[in-house]
């Protein structure tokens, strides 16, 4: 008896395993032999000339992360077709209603409707963008494809450091999205709405845990960046929403503040647009915050040491770990 396994499990489980390989000879020398589009590009004959269309280039959102990480392996892909000047083709969320949300896909030719067309898929091997050889293998294979009906896909969580060179891009199709139709803000239309993000949940379930202690910031940390940003804004009338999750009685740092507002049970895509709508917003060091603060028009306070890059431009205002904001930081709130 053939024992049938559901293809949601397979896929799941074929996604374990390619990861854990992928982590196990990323570095070693011989780890871009371990991929088809590698020996096509040392076997085949390679095209000659640039007449020929190039393959298209995509990259996965990972359907085992959260949306702020799916969102990154989105942009980079983004980024990465651009870079090594080859159509981007839109692969599809998990969720698709997130991609509605941000208007991707909007316009977009799209892998699924490629593959009926006879396209296949070949995976490239993970690189580092300051790696100039890595870089260049990825370009000798890329171009070997040349004229090939062949969807190029990034290694599942190819990073890029540089998110904000994705910004306009994002922003562009956010903005026009004709989901932007159903969107319903709760903020008060006669203040200035501050909007922060105290990230707790999954980096509290083990908080011995090195990987999550890098990710945790105090709540002494948010107080005194919100207090310092108050203190800023003497003329304003303030509204404050908290966003977390948790009880009011985790946060007692805050009950000082007037119009304080508890947002501890939100919708998460309610939760994200509220971020990317707040005319000012202190995140974490989280992607759930990082990624609506580059969507966000308005002012953004952050913490200084995180794993993505920020734009060098006065709406965005750096803290210490310590919850602290130098002199020079705070200057860019007169030149806004």
């Known amino acids: 008896m053939k024992l049938h396994i559901p293809h949601d499990i397979r896929e799941k489980l074929s996604r374990r395993i390619r990861g854990k390989i992928v982590r196990k000879y990323r570095y070693k020398q011989f780890y871009p032999y371990l991929y088809r589009s590698f020996w096509h590009w040392k076997l085949c004959p390679h095209p000659q000339g640039n007449q020929q269309q190039a393959a298209y280039y995509t990259a996965r959102p990972n359907p085992g992360a959260g949306i702020g990480h799916q969102l990154a392996n989105w942009m980079a892909g983004y980024y990465y077709a651009q870079y090594f000047g080859i159509p981007y083709v839109h692969y599809p969320f998990k969720d698709s209603s997130w991609e509605q949300f941000f208007g991707f896909g909007e316009g977009e030719k799209q ?31 890329i171009e070997s494809y040349r004229g090939k009906k062949v969807i190029l896909i990034a290694e599942q969580d190819q990073f890029l450091r540089n998110l904000p060179l994705v910004m306009a891009a994002i922003q562009q199709k ?26 707790r949940g999954d980096i509290m379930i083990d908080p011995a845990d090195p990987n999550m202690q890098k990710r945790y910031l105090s709540n002494d940390y948010f107080e005194k960046v919100l207090q310092t940003v ?3 804004l003497p003329d304003k009338k303030i509204a404050i929403y908290l ?94």
């Open 111 to 141: 892998v699924q409707e490629l593959k009926k067309q006879g396209y296949a898929l070949r995976h490239l091997p993970m690189f580092d963008l300051e790696n100039d050889q890595e870089v260049a293998l990825n370009r000798k294979i």
């Open 174 to 199: 956010f903005y026009h999205a004709s989901s932007r139709k159903d969107d319903h803000i709760s903020y008060q239309k006669d203040a200035f709405n501050i909007a922060i993000h105290v990230r």
């Open 230 to 232: 108050i203190d800023c």
């Open 243 to 336: 966003f977390s999750q948790g009880k009011k009685e985790d946060f007692e740092e805050f009950n000082h503040f007037e119009n304080l507002h508890w947002c501890l049970d939100m919708d998460v895509r309610e939760t994200f647009l509220h971020f990317i709508n707040a005319d000012l917003l202190i995140t974490s060091k989280s992607s759930f915050s990082y990624k609506p603060a580059l969507l966000n028009k308005g002012i953004k306070v952050c913490p200084r040491v995180f794993w993505h890059d920020y734009p060098q431009s006065n709406d965005w205002i750096l803290a210490e770990n310590d919850g602290s904001i130098t002199a020079e930081e705070l200057q860019k709130f007169k030149l806004l």
